[in-house]
Structures are given as structure tokens and as C-alpha cells.
């Protein structure tokens, strides 16, 4: 028979469903996987509940219900705190996954470098693979995980083609402040890199930390693709649900979140650990 492609043949079982398993079997609290605590909000649930009995089972637009849009870029106008175009700005993706491997993908050649804050989100070590790009990685230092300027510098030096900001940060927490997202996009801006954010948890901070989107500081909005989900804050994580990307489909940035069909119930999450 013959073999499977080159570019999946160093993939391995993702860590995070390997401790999932690892503390299940044990009895562990499961720190591994992003399930949130809480349960899905009562409305979300009976909407759900009512739209399965309603006319919305066949194929979607490509980029995204236009209600959906436009509920995304009202919402996301209203936290981003500039006006985002439904039509122009979002793309609805299956969750901040397909977003993050989509932007990847658009942005980044074979070859490309892309730098990479360690430690990251496991799925950016794929979405690299897959895309044949070079990561770049930049450590955060414990204990508060914070990046050296110098250090950033130099891998910008190396013309990147783009940063992945994972803010605020899995696995290690790390809110960035204004200032240290003002020193990404001054290396972004002088090196003319993009910045793809995962702001999956830009709903889930606590006091005295504050959610500052890249895409809000100066001259970053052209420059930034940002990518979220409703995963997270909707605690619906077992949902294919839609994640809103902001960058234009044709060229110039918009934002994105996940897709509108449920893959599995939510209350299944805890006891299907594969
Ligand atoms: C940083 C980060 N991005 C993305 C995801 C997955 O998001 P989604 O469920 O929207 O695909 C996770 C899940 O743990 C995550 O921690």
C-alpha cells in the first residue's frame, strides 16, 4: 500500500486528548482541555431547540448566514470599538480552528517564517506544518510569561511573514497588556509582518486584567487578521459552532468565529473525551 502524505507523517496524537484520556482513566481534574465550568447559557440551548424545527438545514453561504454576520460584526464593532463590515469583514468558520488554519494558509507561503510566542496552543504546531511554513519560536518567561523586545526583535529580523498572537494566552494565562501589543505592532509594522490573533478567550479575563484586541491599536486593523469563537464563551465547545474572522475575502483584513451546526450536544462534552 502505498504511504500517506509527507506532510502528515510527523503528526502525532494531540497532547491534549492524550491527558484528557491520562486523567480520565486516573480520575484527575483535567486541566488539559479548554472545557469551560459553566454551563451553556439557557437561551442559547432554546434557540437552538426552536431553529431545529425551523427552515435552516440546508447549505449556508459559504462565508456565512448573513444574519450571522451581521449579528458578529455589531457585537464585535461594539468591543473592538471600530465599525466592522458584514459583508466584507467577517468569514464564519467551523470554530477558531478552521480560522486560525484558513488565515494561516492565506497568509503564508512554503517556506515562509512565522513567529510563534512558546509555549503555544498545540494546534499552531500543526497549522505550521500544514501550511510548510518555518515557526519562529519566541519564549515567554515564567513565572509571568512575559516576551524580551530584544528577543522579538530579532525574529522579526528573520522577515517573518507573520506573528500568531494567542491573547489572551493557552496555555500559560498570560493577558498581554497595551504596552507589550504596542511593541508587537511597532516589530509589525517596521518589519511588515501580519498578525493572526486567536482570541478564543477574550470574554474569560479576570480583574484586574483587561482584553485589549490587536486589531483596536493604531494602524493594526489592516495588518491583523483576527480570529475568535463562540467555543468558549458560550460554553459549547462540543458545537461545530461558528467562529468570525475579520479580513476581507479579498484581500484586506476582516475577522472570524465558528460554524452553525451542532456536531455533538454539549451535555455529551465531559463524557467523550475522544
Ligand atoms: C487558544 C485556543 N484556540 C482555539 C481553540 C479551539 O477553538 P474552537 O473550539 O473554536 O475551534 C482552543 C481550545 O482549547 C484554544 O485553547
Known amino acids: 500500500m502505498q504511504s500517506l502524505s509527507e506532510r502528515t507523517a510527523g503528526f502525532t496524537d494531540s497532547v491534549i486528548r492524550r491527558m484528557t484520556r491520562i486523567s480520565n482513566q486516573y480520575g484527575a481534574v483535567n486541566l488539559s482541555q479548554g472545557f469551560p465550568d459553566f454551563e451553556p447559557p439557557r437561551a442559547i440551548l432554546d434557540r437552538l431547540a426552536e431553529v431545529s424545527q425551523e427552515d435552516f438545514h440546508q447549505y449556508s453561504i459559504t462565508w456565512g448566514a448573513q444574519n450571522l454576520r451581521e449579528a458578529l460584526a455589531a457585537k ?102 497595551r504596552e507589550e501589543l504596542a511593541v508587537i505592532a511597532a516589530l509589525a509594522e517596521k518589519y511588515d509582518a501580519y498578525v493572526i490573533t486567536d482570541e478564543v478567550y477574550e470574554h474569560i479575563v479576570y480583574a484586574p486584567h483587561r482584553h485589549t484586541y490587536f486589531a483596536a491599536l493604531p494602524g493594526m486593523r489592516q495588518r491583523t487578521i483576527s480570529c475568535s469563537s463562540l467555543s468558549k464563551t458560550y460554553s459549547i465547545t462540543g458545537w461545530g459552532t461558528p467562529s468570525p474572522r475579520r479580513r476581507s475575502r479579498t484581500g484586506s483584513k476582516r475577522s472570524t468565529t465558528s460554524s452553525p451546526w451542532a456536531r455533538r450536544p454539549p451535555s455529551r462534552r465531559r463524557s467523550s473525551p475522544d
Not at 466584507?88 to 488554519?101: H, L, Y
Open 76 to 177: 464585535q464593532s461594539r468591543y473592538m470599538g471600530f465599525p466592522i463590515d458584514p459583508n466584507g469583514e467577517i468569514t464564519v468558520t467551523c470554530g477558531s480552528t478552521e480560522a486560525m488554519m484558513a488565515a494561516m494558509m492565506t497568509v503564508a507561503n512554503p517556506g515562509d517564517r512565522v513567529v510563534v510566542f512558546s509555549p503555544f496552543y498545540e494546534n499552531y504546531g500543526a497549522d505550521t506544518i500544514l501550511c510548510g511554513a518555518e515557526p519562529i519560536y519566541v519564549p515567554l518567561t515564567p513565572p509571568d510569561f512575559r516576551f524580551d523586545p530584544e528577543v522579538l526583535e530579532d525574529a522579526f529580523r528573520q522577515k517573518p511573514k507573520a506573528l500568531i498572537l494567542c491573547n489572551p494566552s493557552n496555555p500559560c494565562g498570560r493577558v498581554f497588556t
